[in-house]
């Protein structure tokens, strides 16, 4: 069973049905999944009825965890899988695995290529809500816009929610007239279309987030405004739920750990798009350092913080060290 | 780019962003001045939004989509009067309704006419609303870059405002509609009808509401997708509720909230904090100013009342001195 907000954003639950659909296929396992949608409130029915239900793995929206930790000891013979948790998170029972996208790393690699493209030495980042979730992108791809030219200057910016596209495109057109970014990342959901729109309206550059949404736009016959989306953060979902599944199918006991599980570019489950948009727009030269920083990440030889561990003035500090 | 430019796009996005507002605003203050408070132009916007996107789709002219949105606006405002003025249903819970139909209704019918839930983008081949380029204006710095080159509906607002005046000020039925919202049994006893009076206010008003609800998805964007009103309905009203009614007030008011919203637009990258705090202005004026208002208007009555009394002291004098 898989549980997740609402099907059709083109990007994050499109992407975790797609890896259902991938352990059906591969694995074999029998598949089912719910729209359960972002009110908190209605959770515990939801839970409940899954577990009445009796299935033996659920993935869990992270708005699932109080109740996981509630009650999923309850119920010995299920196992529960809590996607997109903080880092931080962590839940006692043994039947529990909580599992957190390591986004900082690949927005890290993002900043880079934005760094790196932009002539301006101004990039742009338009958030969704301001919450731990989206600063981990913001931290990641700050820290890796400062490797790459420690001068350069990040505006960034909160829309509030993930559906109001025309503050979108307000919020990128004032940071590319007014502050002469050249390079936008839109990690807003489906308010990113706004920002889209405003890098095309303004011919500079759009970042996007999740799925490749240059491939996406294009494959919904919108090629123009694609051609403005040299890369994308991406966040895949559909890897991480087939991954999930295989260890399991594979006999691995996951469910031992307490603490989140950070998933990163070591995994495969973040990266940063390649497509021909990429090559086309992106430097050679940066794209090999951007190639070089991935396995360095990998390796352990170069630290990015995440936001998860940091304080809120930790995170003000960083933000306003780059404050055009 | 020049620092004069960045003033003049800077400028030039309180207008983009007062437009919606303003509209609601004038629809709000139409039916404010019958005696009704409009609360479903969130859900009256959110729908004539979606209705002109797949009208201009359809019919593929820019004209048909933005009539057709001012057609929806008029629809719900004509289901409001329905269930209020012939149902007595509470006004306020049919128009919270309306807003909850409004913003599930509108996520269905998206699902139903493109088969996704997000948005009509690349599903529905809509059109957009004009630019104008003013001449002359145009090469002038800053006030140029400021007032030329926004959407027809931009421009019209301020028409619409003035039109809404002079409905309100100089017509029959503006009078008619002033006379309703002051007092309906006066209203009635001298033979108008005053069901009749409030429904075509909420007509009118549902079609005001209409253009800017195109003016979101066939302008601002060019694009319907869920919930994109984001309460800037619900802002209009509150900028109709402290000019208590006046179109003038209501329309520069709303400029107001598109100077607050445009500031912090830009203060948010450079000072945070401080955007959150701008963005609040707006709304500790409201309340301050509905508190003057209320205290300008409780004066004025008192001032009122103190003349009858004085007057009717007087007039027994007369009498007195008569007899």
């Not at chain 1, 972002?38 to 965890?65: K, P, Q």
């Amino acid at each position: 069973m898989l549980a997740l907000n609402a099907l059709g954003d083109l990007s994050f639950n499109d992407l975790l049905y797609e890896g259902l659909l991938a352990a059906e296929k591969e694995l074999g396992f029998d598949v089912s999944y719910s729209e359960v949608g972002t009110d908190i409130s209605t959770y515990e029915g939801y839970f409940f009825d899954f577990c009445a239900e009796g299935y033996d793995y659920v993935f869990l929206r992270s708005g699932f965890l109080d109740l996981c930790k509630k009650y999923a000891a309850d119920y010995p013979d299920m196992k529960f899988i809590v996607y997109d948790t903080t880092s931080m998170d962590e839940c006692e029972a043994d039947n529990v695995y909580l599992y957190a996208t390591a986004s900082f790393e690949s927005a890290y690699l993002i900043g880079m290529a934005a760094a790196g493209t932009s002539k301006t030495g101004v990039i742009g980042f338009v958030g969704g809500q301001e919450n731990p979730v989206i600063n981990d992108f913001l931290v990641g791809y700050i820290q890796g816009a400062k490797a790459y030219n420690p001068n350069i200057k990040v505006c960034s910016a909160f829309i509030g929610n993930y559906n109001d596209t025309a503050k979108a495109l307000e919020i990128a057109t004032s940071q590319i007239k007014t502050y002469n970014a050249d390079v936008v990342f839109a990690v807003c959901g489906g308010a990113s279309l706004g920002v889209f729109q405003a890098c095309y309206d303004n011919n500079v550059f759009a970042i996007g987030c999740d799925a490749d949404q240059y491939v996406v736009y294009n494959k919904k016959g919108e090629a123009k405004l694609a051609e403005n989306i040299i890369t994308s953060c991406l966040k895949k979902m559909d890897s991480s739920v087939l991954n999930i599944m295989t260890w399991i199918s594979e006999g691995k006991d996951i469910f031992t750990d307490t603490k989140a599980v950070p998933l990163g570019l070591r995994d495969g489950v973040v990266g940063i798009a390649d497509n021909e948009n990429y090559r086309k727009f992106v430097p050679e030269e940066v794209r090999t350092k951007i190639a070089a920083a991935e396995k360095d990440i990998i390796n352990g030889t170069v630290k990015v913080q995440t936001a998860y561990k940091m304080t809120q003035s930790e995170i003000d500090a960083l933000v306003e060290s780059v404050t055009p | 780019m020049s620092f004069s430019e960045a003033i003049g796009t800077f400028l030039f996005s309180i207008f983009r962003l007062s437009t919606p507002i303003i509209y609601a605003a004038l629809a709000a203050c139409i039916t404010k001045q019958t005696g009704l408070l409009n609360m479903a132009i969130e859900g009256i916007m959110l729908t004539a939004a979606l209705s002109s996107v797949v009208f201009s789709a359809l019919t593929q002219s820019v004209v048909l989509g933005v009539l057709f949105g001012m057609l929806a606006g008029s629809l719900i405002g004509g289901i409001i009067s329905y269930a209020n003025l012939i149902g007595k249903t509470e006004l306020y819970l049919t128009c919270i309704a309306i807003n909850l139909i409004a913003t599930g209704g509108t996520t269905f019918a998206l699902y139903m006419i493109t088969g996704t839930k997000g948005t009509t983008f690349s599903a529905l081949p809509s059109l957009e609303v004009p630019n104008i380029d003013i001449p002359f204006i145009k090469d002038i710095p800053i006030l140029g870059t400021m007032l030329s080159g926004h959407s027809i509906l931009t421009y019209f607002a301020f028409v619409c405002a003035f039109l809404v005046w002079l409905l309100i000020y100089k017509t029959r039925l503006g009078l008619r509609m002033r006379c309703v919202g002051e007092n309906p049994n006066a209203a009635l006893s001298v033979g108008i009808s005053v069901t009749r009076i409030k429904t075509v206010a909420y007509l009118i008003s549902g079609a005001v509401g209409g253009l800017g609800g195109a003016f979101m998805s066939m302008s601002y964007v060019t694009w319907f997708s869920r919930d994109m009103l984001a309460g800037r309905g619900f802002i209009g009203l509150s900028a109709n509720n402290i000019t208590a009614g006046s179109p003038v007030g209501a329309t520069l008011f709303s400029m107001l909230f598109g100077i607050a919203d445009a500031s912090a637009n830009v203060l948010q990258i450079t000072a945070a904090g401080l955007s959150y705090f701008v963005k609040m202005i707006p709304y500790i004026i409201t309340i301050l100013g509905m508190v003057i208002m209320e205290a300008i208007r409780i004066r004025k009555g008192l001032k009122f009342k103190d003349q009858v009394v004085r007057k009717a002291i007087a007039g027994t004098a007369n009498e007195k001195d008569l007899t």
